[in-house]
């Protein structure tokens, strides 16, 4: 499969694929723990996402003393943060769940990256037939520097870098391999297989649908600034079919923003940390100097708070002069954010939606003041997204999801409802079933068969016993 053209800067230079045997685990209703309040769910979160977190930084010989409940949540936040596969290679943690889950996430991830590859070489070949020039994004990017080894790091989806006047072509080719448009929103179109295998279990599966996102531009919304990193991706002279990045340094800038827009919304992944302090290991100091030279014209304002981020659990993945550089640009509203941003606070391992999770990103009163507008009277491009994304998203399929905006407001102030994402997770992680293990689909209830299910998760019983800590 020719994935870069021979001669491209970040041409990887390839890696002996290593074979691997998939073992499986039956599932096994009886190891899961009864579900506790929603306090004690976020307190157990937090722990264990830190805990995942400096493990994979610096692993200890010793596994963590946790019971039932945390156990049963590393699971959950290893799957969310996309890090399970990864943890698999980690021995310090000899519990026997824990492994058993691990070496089956990292299976079926590597099936799966099979079919990726696939996807992306049937791809290649129609674009080169019709003259298409395409850039694949971020993992697969990743992937092909050798950054990672299959079955090491899960992708949800193929993300890809078209010009917009190949759009329409574009949707044509994806539609020749039997994908249809999904849903269209500000940043991406996305494509689906109709009727594709959709698991309801916890954790990456080899069959699951492939997803491929189309963009025309590589943009963030920061929260109302727009950073528009496009030119800084393409390569000067593109050919059809798949490109690389311009260069290994414009990768980096794309982690660096893509972590940075996921710090805004409160979404961020460990893996999304660990993918920057990765690259940066391959690093020559030219790279950093595409982050730095576009600096000097205040155009990488946001940068600091990522690499801050990486920073704070990957020491020494940041070059000292690379911060020294960029510190002083950082805006004063965002400084908070360079030294007490924490992992549990700005991803789904905090429990509790945020009303305005980004204002500190916004840069003058105005701006901030237009976001809290935003925020509270969604304009109709927002309100068509919602819908799309309660259409096709099954972590939205959720009554609370669907609830009128005084409701969710009345939920973030009251902290009555824990945020969709979080919620979905927890049902999974507390359903039926073990978390996805083997190859097989595993039969388990899913989101709407659980829903008020005593005995496997009932928001009531929870919720009433927040109340009864509280009291």
Known sequence: MRCWPPNSPTAPTGRRRESSRCHTMPANSADTPAMPGWHEVRAGMERVTEAIAHELAQPVAQPPPWGALEWRLAMAMATAHGVAPLLSAYPGWPHGCWQTYLAGQRMHVEARHQRLLAQ??????????????????????????????????????????????????????????????????????????????????????????????????????????????????????????????????????????????????????????????????????????????????????????????????????????????????????????????????????????????????????????????????????ARRERKAMLRTQAWLQDHSAHASMVSRAWSLLAHTTPRADTRHLVRLAFGAASPQASGEQLEVQGLESSRGKVGVFDDRAALRGNRQTQA
């Open 120 to 381: 992306l070489e049937a791809i290649d070949s129609l674009a080169r037939e019709r003259g298409i020039p395409l850039v694949p994004l971020k993992g697969a990017a990743l992937h092909a520097l050798d950054v990672y080894a299959p079955g090491e790091r899960p992708m949800a989806d193929l993300d890809l870098l078209i010009d917009p006047a190949d759009e329409s072509r574009v949707g044509d080719l994806l539609q020749r391999l039997g994908y249809e448009l999904s849903m269209v929103v500000w940043k991406h179109r996305v494509y689906r297989i109709p009727q594709a295998f959709e698991p309801s279990t916890l954790g990456e599966h080899r069959d699951a649908a492939i997803t491929i996102e189309v963009h025309t531009s590589i943009q963030e919304r920061l929260p109302m600034h727009v950073v528009d990193l496009s030119s800084r991706v393409r390569g000067a002279a593109q050919v059809p079919g798949i490109n690389a990045y311009a260069s290994v340094g414009a990768l980096l800038c794309h982690l660096l923003l893509h972590l940075a827009g996921n710090m805004c919304t409160r979404t961020v992944r460990l893996i999304h940390v660990h993918d920057i302090s990765r690259l940066a290991a391959l690093l020559q100091p030219h790279d950093w100097d595409v982050l730095l030279e576009a600096h000097r014209t205040l155009a990488d304002w946001w940068a600091v708070p990522p690499l801050r981020l990486v920073e704070r659990y990957f020491a020494g993945a940041v070059p000292r002069r690379v911060l020294d550089a960029l510190e002083p640009r950082c805006p004063r509203r965002l400084r908070p954010l360079t030294t007490g941003a924490a992992l549990t606070r700005l991803s789904c391992s905090a429990v509790w939606p945020a009303a305005f999770p980004g204002w500190r990103w916004t840069r003058s009163t105005g701006e901030a003041m237009a976001y809290v507008s935003s925020r509270l009277h969604p304009d109709a491009e």
